[in-house]
């Protein structure tokens, strides 16, 4: 059981839970194929076509925080549809906007969607009192993935304005599934931790704060440093592609061990695996293979870092609110970091970031360890209150 809560999910909405995170990995997935698409429909400049990819995080932060308002008023099953419904209209908004800046805003509607079903689907699921939820967690990340694969492969068949309107299509199918959605009482979902156990908290929050940041980085920074190695720009993209192919493949596979593996433990297990790839990356000719590898070792710590979390704090659903602007904020800051490293050290200097921060993420992974175990059986207490 991930969580003490008690309280069983019903089948049609662990189905929506499903295809909510695939229509969220699809989504977010599709705004670095369309800037081309968009420049060239609604001539624009290159920084306007890219401008959708920076204004859906913004919004996805206040979505994430907009959970916690809505959860505690109307409940989980609601406060997840409309978040869905949300993001359903934005993507149609994009598909059919006659302007780019109709498709910015529609844009807003998605960020906002994405941010309320980023923080509630994490904050619910795991906390189901079903002996295989922690499984469930793996696989409905691996859906996150495949979605993310998938759509760029529609919109490369049919188009930017088709690959939008499935991702609404589908994402409307999920709606009456959501709305299934119970949870162990509102106040549970949004409560805080103890005063105890905010310095738990915080390093869990430093965990997906490093570990996102060191994937956002990763995959921001691969085609650059692949092609610096000597591979076509085209070559690159592919790699890239392999990267997110074997992160979502890693994703399915690692799934069955969350309901054998205590989820601490996994984390702890594949993180020196990523330091040992992207070191392995700066040799040129296993630089690329090295990168992909590394997509597969990364993938089960998220979510099984949400299971960690869950078991660490069950009473506390707030903390997933925490977790997920720490996530955000990494993805956000290590990137440019990297990038900073890259520009006044030169390009040969990316994995170097990386490792760097794949080997924090490892630090704080083994002081989560410390503070709570590994999420096998009872949680160990937290120490008293010597931290805040």
């Keep these: 059981m991930v969580g003490s809560t008690g309280h069983r999910l019903p089948g049609s909405a662990i189905a929506g839970g499903f295809l909510g995170f ?206 610096f190695r000597g591979a076509t720009e085209r070559a690159a993209a592919q790699w890239t592609s392999g990267y997110w192919l074997l992160f979502t493949i890693g994703r399915f596979v690692f799934a069955p061990l969350l309901g054998r593996v205590a989820p601490g433990r996994l984390v702890r297990m594949v993180l020196p695996v990523v330091v040992a790839l992207l070191l392995l990356a700066t040799i040129p000719a296993a630089a690329p293979y090295a990168m992909a590898a590394a997509g597969l070792a990364m993938a089960p710590i998220f979510p099984a870092g949400m299971v960690w979390l869950a078991r660490a704090l069950p009473g506390a659903g707030g903390a997933t609110t925490v977790a997920v602007l720490a996530a955000m904020a990494g993805a956000s800051v290590s990137p440019f970091l990297v990038g900073s490293l890259a520009t006044a050290a030169g390009t040969a200097s990316i994995p170097a970031g990386l490792v760097l921060l794949a080997t924090g993420c490892g630090a704080v992974a083994h002081q989560v360890r410390n503070h709570v175990g590994d999420g096998q059986g009872p949680v160990a207490p937290t120490p008293p209150a010597r931290d805040l």
Aim: aromatic residues 10%; charged residues 10%; positive net charge.
């Design 22 to 227: 695939f229509v969220s990995g699809a989504v977010i997935s599709l705004y670095g194929p369309s800037a081309p698409a968009f420049r060239r429909i609604f001539e624009v400049t290159e920084l306007t076509s890219g401008l959708p990819a920076s204004v859906h995080p913004l919004l996805a932060f206040a979505g994430v925080l907009s959970w916690v308002w809505v959860v505690g008023r109307v409940g989980p099953g609601p406060s997840l549809s409309a978040g869905m419904v949300v993001l359903s209209c934005g993507a149609i908004g994009v598909a059919l906007a006659p302007s780019m800046p109709a498709v910015l805003g529609a844009v807003i509607l998605i960020g906002a969607g994405f941010g309320v079903l980023a923080n509630g689907m994490n904050t619910v699921f795991p906390r189901d009192s079903h002996p295989r939820t922690a499984v469930r967690v793996g696989w409905m990340h691996g859906a996150f993935g495949a979605g993310a694969v998938l759509l760029p492969l529609v919109f490369s068949l049919l188009g930017h304005r088709t690959a939008f309107l499935l991702v609404g299509v589908l994402g409307f199918a999920a709606v009456p599934l959501l709305r299934t959605t119970s949870g162990p009482t509102a106040t549970t979902l949004v409560a805080a931790p103890p005063r105890t156990s905010r310095r738990t908290l915080i390093w869990f929050g430093l965990l997906f704060a490093t570990y996102v940041g060191m994937e956002a980085a990763t995959h921001t920074w691969m085609a650059t440093y692949i092609e």
